[in-house]
């Protein structure tokens, strides 16, 4: 189970570390990925189609703003996005017996969110998630690892539960 | 607790029948004016009785006292001299062992030396219509020192000489006889003794336990302690122990009950229309019973492979107080930590009490108990994430006051806490204060007052993160906001021997429930009835009205609704039922009933039988590549959300509130109300388990039905048929067996063009016990316990899983529990 997941290995020997930096940015990505399926979640899941504006505190402090528009189509299963989420401060946490699930940051920044959103974790969510600056910090992993990025772009590709693409520039994935 | 109080003096009364009777005309139909009765009763009865000789006795009421049958001699005291007379009260069970037995004045030491010898007295119990019942006897023994020295010490006796060469003592007499009658009411359809419960295979010794035995209860899963008692669901079942509220009876999953067995004197069943001291719920009552405090020490042990516990008591003072301390603690992590490392259970309990007796009437007291469970997952980094975890504390402080043989009157005040953490950070707290009043009057030779008043506050700190929760999910949460809720009640009741053999009981609660600024008034009329046809047979009769606030599924300690949405849930009971001596310490009822339920939260009942899946011939329309089908639970074969509505992101599987039509439909059946009815047959055939060959045939033939949004359909967990059916065999030289079987019908299946029975599979399991025993010195005792709850390995079929390729069935288990264990006691 602890080996199963995306960043790999884990550290019997003291030297190596349980979390590399590449695990480190992604369990950040998804960090930053389950914070937004959360806000929209606890906000616009079971809202009428058409235009949205909806604001939420996060579970642990400050507060995340979601808005722009989507459409669905119940008999397939799909929403399809057009939304942009303000995160101020917004803090989440996460424990998981998997420990590359697990983490406790604090989001700030704006971060698009256009696609299918599909029910069904397969092959049909097909999503494009981008931010100019976005500031990640608080500790990821389990135990916890130190993690901090300032103002830092993100461009992200999800296809079904695999969310691929760069993080401050640095090429960073995540199975969810 | 509920009994039919009986006194005998010298027997005369039984054989001096007179004949008055209470003018009865209007006692006989007037269920509807029975709270106007009652009270009108309670306000006339001691005028209007205090005239009319005692009511004659049915000759099934003649009364046998106890006999001794065992060595009678009391060593003389070392160390005394002189004559001395010590008088003492006896208090001998229905078994005919010595319950307690208290010298009337204290004369040390003999009378500490006459009360311990009497706690080791055997005796043919007192019989009233043939029963054995319990008693308490008053008997005079007369010490007498030895004559000279050399000779062998005196020795009191109760009942016989003592031997020649001595100055013998005067052989004491008996002289009165209290016995405790053992009436059943005509709503209580079981009572198991302690002493019986350790007899019943697959109960490990745990006389709640004991409860998935009686007539009307239906098991949701084999072996799991939530139950559906004539149609009522879990969470409508009240549990009291010694007249105390407690969220639960059982540790975490399969696990014992949580105070100690020895503990416990006795479990009674209230399936419906019960007395109305029991209110505040509308589905059946199981109501526990600790046994009276001693005034010898003793104590009991037991060492299994799964837990421990023990308990003593000992009293002081010269036996005016005793304190009594138990618990059980679990070491169940030991066998996880090498069957499931990641996996961390635990659970334990306490008990203590403490009386004293401030006057031969007055006595204080506080009984203290509590239970802890807990179940969790370890993580990587060494900590252990919360899955579930409960506690419980109840710390109850009594003032009881005698009336003589009049009655009881206690007054007591109750502190509590329960605790359930749901893990993420997530818990419900419930902080309250009861206070509560009993009087217990026998007014006249034929009418018992049965009287209270209690008021309950519960405060509620809840912690829920509400953050992480869907839309729906956050809705149902706020149904469980922090706040104080306020309940309380006045009941009586009136026992009347209205003629011979023909007793009525009416009655009245009258509820108050606050909870967020809602409130709601109940009044609940309660009658029954108890006839003797003849020595050997009576009608038995009860109904009432039970009302109940909003209630979670099952008990969970703290999870209760709050601002009484909906209303209250409400029952209408009634049953019929006939008793009969069968003899030889067999007895036997069989009952039919009908309940009503309106406006009942029944989540786990009002969903209607569905596959998970797809039925064969379907085709999951709502998904893009045409998948299959979802896990067991989720119905995918419906729109995923409502059209028009976005959708939930469940990237990764879930989480993060996102919701699944699963989700959903389990919290619509939470919020759900529901009409409903019950009806059926029960038969219970008992001869005590104690007996050389013992036994019980416990038979439900029942049906329950929902009416929800339109629909009538037979309930979730309806089952047709539930029989259990033990024996237990003394082997002899202190060995004995026992076997059990237990069947009952399956659940209600859900459609399925595959298969054209209605029913999943019926459930059949056997259970097995095998004891040894040990007699050591004095009443010490120990013995071998090997039990073993499902030995057929026998599993369960829950539901009905569909895929393209066809539809089987889903099953859980063996739920099975080997048990190996030491117990003893002294």
Not at chain 2, 65 to 90: H, I, M, Q
Not at chain 2, 758 to 774: G, I, M, N, V
Request: proline share 7%; aromatic share 8%; net charge negative.
């Amino acid at each position: 189970m602890v080996a199963a997941v995306a960043c790999g290995g884990s550290g019997g020997a003291s030297s190596t570390p349980a979390c590399d930096p590449q695990c480190t940015d992604g369990v950040a990505l998804l960090a930053l990925r389950d914070a937004i399926k959360l806000v929209y979640n606890v906000t616009l899941q079971g809202q009428p189609v058409g235009a949205q504006d909806k604001t939420t505190p996060c579970p642990q402090g400050g507060t995340a703003h979601v808005h722009g528009t989507a459409t669905s189509n119940a008999d397939q299963g799909t929403t399809t996005v057009m939304l942009t989420y303000n995160l101020s401060q917004c803090h989440y946490s996460q424990v998981d017996s998997d420990p590359s699930h697990a983490f406790d940051v604090t989001l700030t920044g704006s971060i698009t969110e256009q696609g299918i959103i599909a029910v069904q974790p397969s092959s049909t969510t097909s999503l494009v998630l981008q931010s100019s600056s976005m500031t990640i910090a608080g500790q990821v992993y389990s135990p916890g690892i130190d993690y901090k990025e300032t103002a830092c772009a993100v461009l992200l590709a999800q296809d079904g539960s695999n969310l691929s693409g760069t993080l401050c520039g640095r090429p960073a994935g995540v199975t969810l | 607790m509920v009994e039919f109080r009986w006194s005998e003096r010298g027997r005369r009364t039984a054989c001096n029948p007179s004949s008055p009777l209470l003018p009865t005309g209007s006692l006989v139909s007037f269920f509807a004016a029975a709270l106007a009765l009652a009270l009108a009763l309670m306000l006339a009865a001691p005028a209007a009785f205090a005239q009319p000789p005692p009511a004659p006795l049915a000759a099934s009421d003649a009364i046998v006292p106890p006999r001794l049958v065992s060595e009678p001699a009391v060593p003389y005291p070392v160390g005394a001299s002189g004559e001395a007379s010590v008088v003492l009260n006896v208090t001998v069970n229905a078994d005919g062992t010595v319950r307690a037995a208290t010298a009337a004045e204290t004369n040390e030491p003999f009378s500490s030396a006459a009360a311990r010898a009497a706690m080791g007295w055997r005796y043919d119990p007192a019989t009233r219509g043939g029963r054995a019942v319990a008693a308490r006897i008053r008997v005079e023994i007369l010490f007498s020192p030895a004559p000279a020295p050399g000779t062998a010490p005196a020795t009191g006796s109760p009942s016989a000489p003592a031997a020649a060469p001595e100055r013998a003592p005067a052989p004491a007499r008996t002289e009165e006889v209290l016995v405790r009658g053992a009436h059943e009411e005509p709503s209580r359809t079981a009572t198991l003794t302690r002493a019986e419960v350790r007899q019943i295979p697959g109960a490990f010794g745990d006389p709640f336990r004991a409860i998935e035995i009686m007539p009307g209860v239906t098991p949701i899963i084999s072996g799991l302690p939530f139950f559906y008692i004539r149609g009522a669901p879990p969470g409508d079942v009240g549990y009291y122990l010694d007249g105390i509220r407690v969220p639960y009876l059982f540790h975490v999953g399969v696990g014992p009950s949580v105070v100690h067995p020895a503990i416990v004197d006795r479990v009674d069943l209230y399936p419906g229309g019960y007395p109305a001291r029991f209110g505040r719920f509308s589905g059946g009552i199981v109501s526990g019973e600790t046994v009276a405090p001693a005034d010898t020490i003793h104590g009991e042990y037991n060492v299994r492979l799964v837990d421990a516990g023990a308990y003593v008591e000992t009293p002081f003072d010269g036996g005016r107080g005793t304190v009594l301390l138990g618990g059980r603690y679990s070491y169940t992590g030991l066998l996880f930590s090498l069957l499931s490392p990641s996996t961390s259970l635990s659970y334990w309990d306490y008990q203590g009490r403490a009386t004293y007796d401030l006057t031969p009437r007055d006595r204080v007291g506080v009984f203290a108990f509590g239970a802890y469970d807990f179940l969790g997952q370890k993580l990587p980094d060494g900590t252990t994430q919360t899955l579930f975890g409960t506690q419980f504390h109840r710390v109850d402080v009594r003032y009881d006051h005698s009336l003589g043989e009049a009655g009881t009157i206690r007054t007591a005040v109750t502190l509590g806490e329960d605790l359930t953490d749901a893990g993420d950070g997530q818990s419900v707290r419930d902080r309250l204060v009861g206070v509560r009043t009993e009087i217990t009057e026998r007014l006249s030779p034929v009418a018992l007052l049965r009287a209270g008043f209690d008021a309950q506050s519960d405060s509620y700190d809840v912690l829920l993160n509400s953050g992480t929760l869907g839309p729906t999910e956050a809705s149902y949460a706020s149904y469980f906001p922090t706040r104080t809720d306020l309940a309380a009640g006045m009941r009586g009741d009136v026992v009347l021997t209205v003629m011979r053999g023909l007793e009525v009981t009416p009655g009245a609660r009258l509820d108050y429930f606050g909870s967020q600024g809602a409130t709601a008034l109940a009044i609940d009329p309660r009658l029954s009835a108890r006839a003797e046809i003849t020595d050997r047979w009576r009608l038995l009769w009860a109904m009432g009205l039970a009302h109940q606030a909003p209630a979670f599924a099952i008990p969970v300690p703290g999870f209760q609704p709050g601002g009484l949405r909906g209303g209250l849930q409400m029952s209408a009971q009634e049953s019929m039922g006939v008793g009969w001596d069968l003899g030889a310490a067999t007895t036997a009822t069989a009952t039919v009933f009908h309940n009503g339920f309106f406006n009942m939260s029944d989540a786990l009942g009002v969903n209607q039988s569905q596959p998970s899946g797809c039925l064969p011939g379907s085709f999951p329309t709502d998904t893009l590549a045409g998948d299959p089908g979802g896990a067991a639970g989720s119905h995918t074969c419906g729109q995923r959300f409502a059209p028009g509505t976005l959708g939930p992101d469940r990237s990764g599987g879930g989480g993060q509130g996102a919701e699944s039509a699963g989700t959903q439909s389990t919290i619509q059946a939470l919020e759900a109300r529901t009409n409903g009815n019950a009806y059926g047959f029960e038969l219970f055939i008992k001869r005590k388990l104690t007996e050389h060959l013992g036994g019980f045939l416990s038979y439900t033939l029942s049906r329950s039905t929902r009416d929800y949004q339109g629909q009538q359909f037979v309930a979730a967990f309806d089952r047709t048929h539930v029989l259990n059916a033990a024996a237990a065999y003394d082997l002899g030289r202190n060995w004995r067996a026992g076997a059990r079987i237990t069947f009952y019908t399956g659940l209600p299946k859900a459609p399925d063009p595959t298969d054209a029975s209605t029913r999943l599979a019926p459930f059949f399991r056997l259970d097995l016990r095998l004891e040894k025993r040990w007699p050591l010195k004095g009443k010490a005792w120990i013995s071998f316990v090997a039990e073993w709850m499902n030995a057929t390995l026998s599993k369960e079929q829950i539901g009905t899983s569909c895929t393209l390729q066809g539809c089987q069935a889903t099953t859980v288990g063996p739920i099975t529990i080997p048990s190996i264990g030491v117990e003893g006691g002294f």
